[in-house]
């Protein structure tokens, strides 16, 4: 659990920055993260360090106000196309992997409940090349609640995902989701998450009964568009620790 301890003063660090973050009520476009990961193996005797980097485009600007930014594109229903990068190294061995998406609403057709995404990954493990595709239908039946499963080129298995957001009485944000998987083995795995939204930062946490993995984030807003992010996590295999900047063009 030494990760755990690594992180603790970064979340704090990071919900003390949200004191000097103003909140903007405009819209947004694009946006680009920078993520670093560590994990700390409790059967390995080497950590896994992972960089990745994402960039999204949104078919159109994102409104933004009255509304929490990480939640606006969800709310608008926003379409878009993300690209993202990414390369791990445990010792001596690394791992790279690139992945495209396009997320489409049929927010403008008769069929405007619906939700299709198709996804492309191709990874690059020591040397040993493969590509796959995956996606995602779902629908929304009301405003800010989603219902999606997710598919594979290979199989289906039965899975879930419902999604909602919206406002308490104080007027604070909160995401929610919740997945239900029923895997080939039997075992049918429950996740939970949830994100809540102060001022100019949020805290969130989730956790997914399949492998016992827990996650415990904060994430601040900064000037020009920037937010900065750090997460804990763990699992029955060991812990880790991410550190994300997002940028979007508001």
Do not use: C
């Not at 690594?6 to 946006?31: C, H, N, P, W, Y």
């Not at 999204?56 to 939640?71: L, Q, R, S």
């Not at 690139?98 to 996804?119: E, P």
Request: aromatic share 12%; hydrophobic share 40%.
């Amino acid at each position: 659990m030494r990760n755990v301890g690594k992180l603790t003063v970064l979340i704090l660090a990071v919900a003390g920055l949200a004191v000097s973050a103003a909140a903007q009520a405009e819209d947004f476009r694009f946006q680009v993260q920078a993520r670093y990961d560590n994990v700390d193996f409790d059967d390995v005797d080497d950590d896994a360090d992972s960089l990745t980097g994402i960039g999204t485009f949104f078919f159109k600007p994102v409104p933004t106000d009255g509304v929490a930014v990480g939640e606006a594109a969800f709310v608008a229903r926003s379409s878009y196309v993300d690209v993202q990068a990414q390369g791990v190294e445990i010792g001596d061995e690394d791992a790279d992997a690139i992945a495209a998406n396009l997320g489409y609403h049929f927010t403008d057709t008769a069929l405007s409940i619906l939700y299709a995404r198709v996804g492309v990954v191709k990874t690059d493990i020591s040397g040993d090349d493969e590509t796959t595709w995956n996606g995602t239908l779902g629908i929304v039946p009301i405003p800010r609640l989603f219902f999606g499963t997710d598919f594979t080129e290979d199989n289906w298995d039965p899975n879930i995902t419902v999604r909602t957001a919206g406002k308490f009485a104080n007027d604070h944000w909160y995401g929610a989701s919740l997945t239900v998987a029923d895997p080939d083995d039997g075992d049918t795995d429950v996740g939970v998450d949830f994100n809540y939204y102060f001022t100019g930062w949020k805290l969130g946490g989730g956790f997914s009964s399949g492998t016992d993995l827990w996650t415990v984030r904060a994430e601040a807003g900064l000037p020009h568009g920037f937010a900065l992010q750090g997460s804990v996590y763990g699992d029955d295999g060991g812990d880790g620790f991410q550190v994300q900047l997002t940028w979007r063009d508001l």
